[in-house]
């Protein structure tokens, strides 16, 4: 499951190295990529999109599954784990450390920050505002600009090719759902998501990027609450935030053996 904002093209430079005996499905979260929008009104947080994973896995009547998840896709592996132990036989998680929580003092206004007052004002501007429309050259320029990572600009014109909308001769918008932009907190305290994280019974793989905004300065990862899964392996590697992008053989090397049953060392 893919990042926020992003879509199921973000796994196309990794999944062609994973195990060929698998099975593997990637979606488009809801408001993203090819993905209806979600009814007015709804929040699109970690745990409504928890459940959006849940409702494909009982489309596909799954009873038991591996997960892998990038940055948002990863946060909702580990809620899934934890709400359902008995579903998720392995996890992994790439460039994610549940650490931007909310803050047990500041809870009513946060909530009203990020969730009230940011909701009406995107669902404002969505009713009333026309959408910008730029050529596809001009949107790939501006998805690159806006991730800060080393992803090649054929990754982005697959990515953009994805989140797109043509509605004249070089002339797009943006596919995806306003309500992506509530990036906030994650609505758990840190001793809540310490105590979902001792839920998780499944071997997890946690894979980080070195360079990664998410991991600097290494020192979090002491404190992360992924910390009290107890059967968690972290390995911080060379690249940023999209090391699935950049650096897929990389990953490949420590999800293969992971996800094939043999055993991967901690560092």
């Not at 499905?25 to 809801?30: H, Q, R, T």
């Not at 990020?114 to 050259?137: H, I, N, Q, V």
């Not at 979090?220 to 950049?246: C, M, S, W, Y």
Request: glycine residues 6%; aromatic residues 10%.
């Amino acid at each position: 499951v893919h990042g926020g904002s992003d879509n199921l093209e973000t796994f196309a430079q990794l999944l062609p190295q994973l195990p060929a005996n698998q099975y593997y499905v990637c979606i488009d979260l809801p408001g993203h990529g090819k993905s209806s929008h979600a009814d007015k009104g709804y929040i699109l947080d970690l745990v409504w999109c928890t459940f959006a994973v849940k409702r494909v896995i009982e489309y596909f009547r799954w009873s038991k599954l591996y997960y892998l998840g990038h940055s948002f896709g990863g946060q909702i592996g580990f809620l899934l784990s934890a709400f359902y132990p008995e579903l998720v036989l392995k996890l992994v998680i790439i460039d994610t450390l549940m650490d931007y929580h909310i803050c047990e003092n500041i809870t009513a206004r946060t909530t009203r920050q990020y969730l009230f007052d940011t909701l009406l004002k995107l669902e404002k501007r969505s009713s009333l505002d026309k959408a910008p429309t730029y050529s596809f050259e001009e949107f790939v320029q501006k998805m690159k600009e806006a991730r800060l990572t080393e992803v090649s600009d054929s990754q982005i014109k697959a990515m953009a090719d994805r989140n797109l909308m043509k509605i004249g001769p070089d002339q797009y918008k943006f596919s995806n759902d306003q309500r992506n932009k509530l990036f906030g907190p994650i609505f758990f305290t840190c001793k809540q998501l310490e105590c979902i994280a001792r839920e998780i019974r499944c071997p997890t793989l946690i894979i980080l990027g070195k360079d990664s905004t998410n991991t600097k300065p290494l020192e979090k990862l002491n404190h992360t609450p992924l910390q009290k899964i107890r059967n968690a392996i972290f390995h911080v590697i060379e690249g940023d935030h999209d090391i699935h992008l950049a650096r897929p053989k990389a990953v490949a090397r420590l999800v293969v053996p992971f996800l094939s049953g043999e055993i991967v060392s901690k560092l």
